[in-house]
């Protein structure tokens, strides 16, 4: 007889075991399984060196899982989402606007933590949940769907039966292959450095995202690092450039760093190895299928633009929990999956838009239409009612 679960989470990554730790805070059973376990130290190998900033639409989903109290003290906030555009002589911030945290209320836009750092979070709390299992280094490899329920085969040879599956694993998952569900994948030729710096100038809590040819240069604030400001870094650049720099030796890569954030830090000293990432927006057809459902970068992936990812992973999750605990008879169902994916499909297809264009923007080389940028960031971000109403979406706020 197959073992029995509510819920079975394939992935175990930040989504997944942020997925595992909200379902099983609201009650369910959950199993959740990764083929590699998590890496939950910055100096070990494979560790991912990405940090995620959490709007603060996603705080109370945290704190209704039980993980905000001990992440809290780890997160630095974000209260000013700077954009700056340096399209012009290297080097050079030749225009800068700002989105201040203040005009939307009292509490910043948001907290930015290292995705090493919440995996080892959100396991120890996994280990506080009963109803909660994890299984790392055993994947999932079959799916057998019924009206009434999954049956999903491990890689160990193991079968479970679940009345729901999530798919949190990964833009290449299996588990969306194994349920039929297709994708559209869009390629920039795209890669992006991670990586932590610290500076003499302070952050002063600024998430500054800095447009170039190539695309752009984010720092988001980190707690301070050894007495010292501390940034983590995303570069996106063309992929021959990108692998480039990811193989510079110090000393020259702390030149291109320097001209490439226009100094707005004073020299910036990298702390952590170099990671490399491709770049790609791929939307599944799809948010659900029969007793599957799709989230995290298993439904979309989009480039690292305006903090949308996670944050997007985490509206699925909020959808889902909630879904989930207006019926939980229904979990699973077609009616409930059915509704996941009118709810989050028109979101998800135009968030995923909106960032193309914005990297596509950030992209370009010509000297004409650096302007044309340029001229579209100055009008959209000086214009106040323009820039709540961006604020509110890239919040995730919906207006009635």
């Given at each position: 007889m197959a073992e029995a679960v509510?819920?079975?989470?394939?992935?175990?990554?930040?989504?997944?075991l942020g997925a595992a730790c909200v379902m099983g805070a609201a009650g369910f059973s959950v199993l959740c399984v990764d083929p590699t376990p998590p890496v939950t130290k910055a100096t070990d190998p494979g560790a991912d060196l990405r940090t995620t900033a959490f709007l603060q639409p996603a705080r109370a989903l945290l704190e209704d899982a039980g993980l905000w109290p001990a992440l809290a003290p780890q997160a630095a906030p974000l209260r000013i989402m700077r954009i700056v555009d340096a399209g012009g002589d290297a080097g050079?911030?030749?225009?800068?606007?700002?989105?201040?945290?203040?005009?939307?209320?009292?509490?910043p836009f948001g907290w930015n933590l290292p995705n090493w750092l919440m995996r080892r979070e959100m396991l120890a709390r996994m280990a506080e949940l009963p109803n909660v299992t994890f299984?790392?280094?055993?994947?999932?490899?079959?799916?057998?769907?019924?009206?009434?329920?999954?049956?999903?085969?491990?890689?160990?040879?193991?079968?479970?039966?679940?009345?729901?599956?999530?798919?949190?694993?990964?833009?290449?998952?299996?588990?969306?292959?194994?349920?039929?569900?297709?994708?559209?994948?869009?390629?920039y030729g795209q890669k992006a450095l991670a990586f932590a710096v610290t500076h003499p100038i302070p952050h002063e809590n600024v998430s500054t995202e800095i447009h170039r040819s190539g695309g752009p240069f984010t720092l988001v604030p980190l707690p301070d690092r050894e007495g010292?400001?501390?940034?983590?870094?995303?570069?996106?650049?063309?992929?021959?450039?990108a692998l480039d720099l990811a193989r510079m030796p110090d000393e020259t890569f702390a030149q291109a760093l320097a001209e490439r954030s226009c100094n707005l830090f004073g020299p910036l000293t990298p702390v952590t190895r170099r990671s490399l990432w491709p770049i790609i927006t791929q939307v599944a057809e799809r948010m659900a299928g029969q007793r599957i459902?799709?989230?995290?970068?298993?439904?979309?992936?989009?480039?690292?633009?305006?903090?949308?990812?996670?944050?997007?992973?985490?509206?699925?999750?909020?959808?889902?929990?909630?879904?989930?605990?207006?019926?939980?008879?229904?979990?699973g169902d077609a009616q409930m999956l059915d509704c996941?994916?009118?709810e989050r499909h028109?979101?998800?297809?135009?968030?995923?838009?909106?960032i193309d264009m914005l990297n596509r923007a950030s992209q370009v080389a010509a000297p004409p239409l650096r302007d044309i940028r340029a001229g579209g960031l100055n009008a959209l971000y000086s214009a106040a009612p323009v820039r709540r109403l961006l604020m509110?979406?890239?919040l995730g706020a919906r207006r009635q």
């Open positions: 509510d819920i079975v989470i394939s992935g175990g990554g930040v989504a997944g050079v911030a030749r225009l800068v606007r700002d989105f201040n945290s203040t005009e939307l209320g009292d509490a299984r790392p280094g055993m994947g999932t490899a079959t799916l057998l769907t019924r009206e009434r329920e999954a049956i999903v085969g491990l890689t160990d040879g193991t079968r479970i039966r679940a009345r729901l599956v999530i798919a949190a694993d990964g833009r290449g998952s299996p588990m969306r292959q194994a349920a039929g569900i297709a994708v559209r994948t869009t390629r010292h400001p501390c940034s983590a870094v995303v570069w996106m650049e063309d992929g021959r450039r459902a799709l989230m995290a970068e298993a439904a979309h992936v989009v480039p690292p633009i305006g903090a949308q990812g996670l944050n997007m992973s985490l509206a699925d999750l909020r959808q889902l929990r909630d879904l989930a605990m207006a019926a939980p008879d229904r979990l996941y994916h009118r028109r979101d998800v297809s135009l968030r995923a838009t909106g509110d979406m890239g």
